[in-house]
């Protein structure tokens, strides 16, 4: 127990930001209607399932259309 937390420091602020991404992204899928690959329902699941960073960065690299 006294191992995690030594890393609380530092688990905390990445928790937060991983959420906060998270959300900001599910909000973006959500308010619009045009991607440039895939539709709503391929990027909310992957943004779900990849929710440790990967998901999200993956949406605004692939999916995102720029306007």
């Known amino acids: 127990m006294k191992e995690i937390q030594e890393f609380l ?3 905390i602020p990445i928790a ?3 959420i ?3 959300i900001y992204t599910l909000r973006h899928i959500l ?3 045009n991607y ?3 539709n709503r ?3 909310i ?3 779900l399932v990849g929710m ?3 998901g999200p960065i993956l949406y605004f690299l692939l999916g995102k259309e720029d306007s």
């Open 45 to 47: 699941i992957v943004t």
């Open 9 to 11: 420091p530092f688990l």
């Open 36 to 38: 440039q690959r895939g």
């Open 31 to 33: 308010t619009h209607s």
């Open 20 to 22: 906060v991404l998270l």
């Open 52 to 54: 440790e960073f990967i």
């Open 41 to 43: 329902t391929i990027w």
């Open 16 to 18: 937060v930001l991983e």
